[in-house]
């Protein structure tokens, strides 16, 4: 069962466009929400997380928008430039649990 | 200086074989975790260990054991590699009591089986 759905798999974006990638979630006992970026090569690092007591966080270029009774989040990167291009991965998590429960991923490339 | 370090980088090996997989953190975290990423990148914790005890063992199969000499290891032991143990395994660290949730993630290990 695959309790967190991503989409696109994979996106183009020119060079300071907008980039948007989706996840939807099934376990309402899900409260705690990350993104994680990913370089070929390279482990998943953090870049940005949420919990459901906002419907929105902003760091830098990047936002998390959250729709709890939709059961959606979504990363939106504005004016993405090359060194964005990678693997991006949503999760989820019921907070305190440790227990991240990933989407399928979606490989992101900024044209130049 | 690396957070969280895994060794081999690379391991190829033969079906049948047994082999391991080292991991170590210096951040001074409780909590260390195994993931395994297929060949379609799909990221799924296998373990996790809290000061280490076992807390989280998902449906894997016997024939990985996970071992944590102390907080600062945990390691990954393969018995009877299968041709789908192909992957890469990632090893990670938090410190959960501290409330920040962030896992630090290794720089993998590749592993192949022939």
């Known amino acids: 069962q695959q309790q967190v759905k991503q989409s696109p798999q994979s996106l183009i974006v020119q060079k300071g466009g907008i980039s948007i990638i989706n996840c939807a979630y099934e376990?309402?006992?899900?409260?705690?929400f990350p993104w994680y970026q990913q370089f070929p090569g390279k482990g998943p690092a953090l870049l940005i997380a949420i919990r459901p007591d906002v419907s929105e966080k902003k760091e830098g270029r990047f936002t998390i928008s959250f729709n709890k009774s939709a059961k959606q989040f979504s990363l939106h990167i504005m004016d993405s430039q090359p060194g964005d291009s990678a693997t991006y991965f949503c999760a989820a998590s019921p907070w305190g649990a440790q227990k991240l429960v990933f989407g399928q991923g979606t490989r992101l490339t900024i044209n130049p | 200086d690396t957070a969280v370090s895994q060794t081999p980088k690379y391991l190829v090996t033969q079906m049948g074989n047994d082999k391991s997989i080292k991991c170590e953190q210096n951040l001074g975290h409780d909590t260390m975790y195994w993931y395994k990423q297929d060949s379609k990148k799909f990221l799924k914790i296998m373990f996790s260990y809290n000061n280490k005890e076992l807390i989280i063992n998902e449906t894997v199969p016997n024939r990985f054991s996970p071992k944590s000499p102390d907080k600062a290891h945990l390691n990954l032991h393969i018995n009877s590699l299968e041709l789908g143990d192909s992957a890469v395994y990632f090893c990670?660290?938090?410190?959960?009591?501290?409330?920040?949730?962030?896992?630090?993630f290794g720089p993998g290990t590749r592993l192949t089986v022939t």
């Open positions: 376990n309402t006992a899900f409260d705690y």
């Open positions: 990670a660290s938090s410190q959960v009591p501290s409330g920040n949730y962030e896992q630090y």
